[in-house]
């Protein structure tokens, strides 16, 4: 004799986020950086619409994951080239390494790369970012504001040549200092 069995099917959506996200994204934010900075970050550009494009990953009515795409500026003599950057990217430590990040990112560059923007950057693991096309930002000519390692800071660009002729540092929005 069989038995029946009942396989639950819990959907996951990647969607821009909406009202009532704000507390999911929060906790994400908190829990995967051990910590408010992120999540306070990401308030502190929600409260003047301040960032681009956000991105959850929503299992169930969950919210278990988090990506933020808001404006960077790569500053030169020559002139300004205004892109996206990338982050935080925040996934619930239960669903780590399920492929929620690959997802919101991979989704992120796609609607940032039809939205007409010319290039993104990352300040991150540089194991991590190269699997999305990024490069070190050092091979443009493009530096960070921020104190950090070379190769931890990358860019990709969304249409062919879309960097050339813009050397120059890269600038965020001003919640990102300090954080
Ligand atoms: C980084 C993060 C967003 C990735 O999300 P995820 O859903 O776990 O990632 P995916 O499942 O899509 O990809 C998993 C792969 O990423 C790699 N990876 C995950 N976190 C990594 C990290 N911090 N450094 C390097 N590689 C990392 C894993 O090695 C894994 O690779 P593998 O499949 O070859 O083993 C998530 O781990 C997270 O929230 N971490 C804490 C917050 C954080 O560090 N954010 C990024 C700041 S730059």
Redesign the pocket.
Known sequence: MTKDRFEETILLTIRPEIAGDGQGIYRVNAE??AGAGEAGLVDKLRARNGFTLSLVAIRGSQVT?H?LFSPVTIESPDGNLAGLGL???????A???????????DAGIDQSRQAGYPFIV????P???PRFGFLPASKFGIRCEYDAPAEAFMIVELRRGALAGHRGTAKYQPEFNGV
């Open positions: 995967a950086f994951g990506a982050g935080p990217v925040a996934v619930l430590p669903f780590q390494r399920q492929g929620l990040g690959s997802l919101l990112i990352v300040l991150g693991h194991d991590y970012y």
